[in-house]
């Protein structure tokens, strides 16, 4: 396992070793890193080799003024041409699952196989300005320890443990100085760019015709098939859609033994494996 990064590649984390089998590129959501999806990559590096990203002002890749999907999609597209010889199965998780979508529908001949983990190619109205105001007004020179610093994100996190944990996994330290990995500043600005889906105003309507597997949480709210099924075939018309029972947003994290079940057959149904 290794991380690597150029100035304007995106950072990953590799794992595996090249091998015939198509190799397997993996993007996290906003405020994710690379290492969100380590536990999972683990269970499929006997048949691929697999990348997880840190996308474009995440992690440790590089900060730019530009957050939308068209600039994420370019930068998967690099990587994909750069590490995967051009062409690779990709798997995005909200953020990272419209960044996967619009590389489908832009650039099809760089993605194999699209899995995307609890969203939909719609427009959402989530608000997280407040929280991503409240990570930037808290005075991390001042901080003296982490569990300091936890005290100010707990509330921005609604008191939620998990949530809170997620939100420090961004927290880094340098010369005895806290410091935020992402570009909160950037990031808040964005949030338009962020919640909307550009291929939803194009026409005529790209489609991406390659197997597709949708996969959500039961009691997630992001991706709800009486609601998004129509719209999904409308982009992605060979698309299969599964639900995880009892899992929320987060469903690699709360149920991946479902998850990489769903993943392993679709897999194989499709001879990607």
Sequence with gaps: MKESATMRQLNSLDLGEARGA????????LLGTARNWNSIARKLIDGHQVYCLDMRNHGQSFHDPRMDYPAMADDMASFITEKCAGRALVMGHSMGGKAAMTLALTQPDTVAGLVVVDMAPRRYDHDYGPMLSGMQ?????????????????????????????????????????FFWRPNLPVLERSMPEILDFPALTQDPKPTYDGPVLFIHGGASKYLKQERDAETIRSFFPKAEIK?????????????????????KDWLAQNALG
């Excluded at 982490?146 to 998990?162: C, I, M, N, T, W």
């Excluded at 029972?245 to 769903?262: R, T, Y």
Aim: charged share 20%; net charge negative; with cysteine.
């Design 22 to 29: 198509l190799p397997m590129v993996i993007a996290h959501g």
């Design 137 to 177: 007004a808290i005075d991390l020179p001042a901080m003296k320890s982490r569990s300091e610093v936890q005290k100010y994100v707990a509330p921005l996190a609604e008191g939620d443990p998990g949530l809170t944990q997620f939100l420090l996994q961004n927290l880094a330290r340098e010369e005895d100085c």
């Design 243 to 263: 639900a995880v029972p009892d899992a929320g947003h987060w469903v690699h994290a709360q149920k991946p033994e479902v998850l990489l079940g769903f993943l």
